[in-house]
């Protein structure tokens, strides 16, 4: 019993491997490659983000409060 166990998930590794190298691509059977591209559109100004430390934040507001 336990050597049909282990041949079974010998096989299902084996096919899932092949499904993520694409060997089923042909009949429509892949995995998905697609890594949500609408997102890049969706962006309006990405170059504008900066990333600040908290240290400079505080220095950047005690600069500019009277």
């Given amino acids: 019993m336990s050597r ?3 041949a079974v998930l ?3 590794n084996a ?3 092949a499904w993520q190298w694409d060997a089923f691509a042909r009949w429509g059977l892949g995995p998905n ?3 949500e591209p609408e997102r890049l ?3 309006i100004r990405p170059e ?3 990333l600040e430390s908290p ?3 505080a220095q950047r507001l005690a600069a ?3």
């Fill in 4 to 6: 049909f166990v282990i």
């Fill in 10 to 12: 010998l096989v299902l």
């Fill in 15 to 17: 096919a899932t491997l």
């Fill in 33 to 35: 490659t697609a890594r």
């Fill in 41 to 43: 559109g969706q962006q």
């Fill in 48 to 50: 504008a983000l900066t």
């Fill in 55 to 57: 240290e400079a934040v």
């Fill in 64 to 66: 500019q409060t009277p």
